[in-house]
């Protein structure tokens, strides 16, 4: 079993190397990642640049490239003939749950996998600040879950997002669903030495709408680890089909027998 393993932390980040060490006892590893921190980079793809390719160590590569443009590069260049049977993004530095997930460039990895045609789970660690504890116990759930994933059949088209509460046994998960996210749109203003105003996006409470089955109630509200299967195809069919009886002035719809 080869594996692939990337995240939006950078190549040199803790949680990288905790995944890639724990997998390498089930698998090849290769790691291809960022070679620096590219969180909240989403699916970004570099199509105006030129990327470079470094080698750090044996089946250890960075690139100056997104998350995206990693699993890209290795997939298609650095492991061609040599296929990944998976791909692992991670362990991430803090949580991508609910609405967040849409930013996340550890989840974006495990989508363009899974556009390759890869099987392919993201982990996250629910942390804030620097510390990294429960790292061992995410290594020690990412182990035994893709060693478990090894024996399954995942869907094409489906990826798995995977959150680690703090406090985690490296063991307890629930199969979720993705829930919503409550905290404020907080923007803050303050003045740079010249006069100018520069500005702060995105707020850093942890709220979250108490959905139950939720991603973020399992991890905040019931201690154990998240595991949320996701679409890649984000079509709409209960939608697609309420709007067959929509009717717009000026408007012709054409409909499928
Ligand atoms: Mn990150």
């Known amino acids: 079993m080869r594996i692939l393993v990337t995240n939006d932390d950078g190549v040199r980040s803790p949680g990288i190397r905790a995944l890639a060490e724990a997998l390498s006892t089930i698998a090849e590893v290769w790691i291809v990642a960022p070679d620096r921190e590219r969180s909240a980079a989403s699916h970004s793809i570099s199509l105006h640049r030129p990327l470079r390719i470094s080698k750090v160590d044996e089946r250890v590569f960075s690139t100056d490239g997104t998350p995206s443009d990693c699993v890209y590069l290795a997939v298609n260049h650095l492991l061609q003939g040599n296929r990944p049977d998976f791909l692992a993004s991670g362990i991430n530095h803090g949580p991508n749950l609910a609405d967040d997930i849409t930013y996340s460039g550890t989840v974006a990895a495990a989508l363009e996998g899974t556009m390759l045609g890869i099987p392919s789970v993201a982990f996250s660690l629910c942390l804030r600040g620097?510390?990294?504890?429960?790292m061992a116990a995410s290594a020690q759930f990412a182990r035994s879950f893709m060693a478990g994933l090894a024996q399954r059949h995942l869907a094409p088209g489906i990826l798995l997002n995977v959150n680690v509460p703090v406090g985690s046994d490296g063991a307890s998960y629930r199969v979720t669903r993705q829930g919503k996210r409550a905290y404020g749109n907080e923007v803050i203003e303050r003045t740079d030495p010249r006069g100018r105003r520069y500005y702060w996006v995105g707020g850093d409470e942890l709220a979250?709408?108490?959905i139950p089955g939720s991603d973020a109630n399992a991890v905040y509200d019931e201690g154990v680890i998240s595991v949320?299967?996701?679409?890649?195809?984000?079509t709409s069919d209960a939608t697609r089909e309420e709007m067959a009886s929509w009717q717009f002035?000026?408007?012709?719809r054409r409909d499928h027998e």
């Open 228 to 234: 949320t299967p996701l679409h890649l195809n984000m």
């Open 208 to 210: 979250h709408e108490n």
């Open 249 to 252: 002035p000026g408007t012709a």
């Open 130 to 134: 620097r510390s990294t504890e429960g």
